[in-house]
Nanobody, 122 residues
Framework: QVQLVESGGGSVQAGQSLRLSCTGS????????VGWFRRAPGKEREFVGY????????NYGNSVAGRFTISREKTENTVYLQMNSLQPEDTAVYYC???????????????WGQGTQVTVSS
């Protein structure tokens, strides 16, 4: 069993940065890949990016590539989502999730956090 807790959400102005954290618990958390997803009001959940279990492989959705970076601190059981150049369209609830392998579909993830709100104003 893996539990995930996101933190770091908040309200920022366009152009600013924010860093989200996803802290996992459970003995096997280090073996899982971690993905980030987001859901904006009235929209379906969107793939943001993932990082593999060792932190050596990342992949990003088209809408955030070049602005967002995912990293992993294994000693802290924490995965970070660094978000730069934020825009109002980035406003959403952001979720982290865990799975085995490298997946982009939300239905392919086994464990989910509760989500954290990010609001970007113009």
């Amino acid at each position: 069993q893996v539990q995930l807790v996101e933190s770091g959400g908040g309200s920022v102005q366009a152009g600013q940065s924010l860093r989200l954290s996803c802290t996992g618990s459970g003995r096997t958390f280090g073996a899982y890949a971690v993905g980030w997803f987001r859901r904006a009001p009235g929209k379906e959940r969107e793939f943001v990016g993932y990082i593999n279990w060792s932190g050596t492989v990342t992949n990003y959705g088209n809408s955030v590539a070049g602005r967002f970076t995912i990293s992993r601190e294994k000693t802290e059981n924490t995965v970070y989502l660094q978000m730069n150049s934020l825009q109002p369209e980035d406003t959403a609830v952001y979720y982290c999730a865990a799975t085995f392998g490298l997946k982009t579909g939300d239905h392919e993830y086994e464990y989910w956090g509760q989500g954290t709100q990010v609001t970007v104003s113009s």
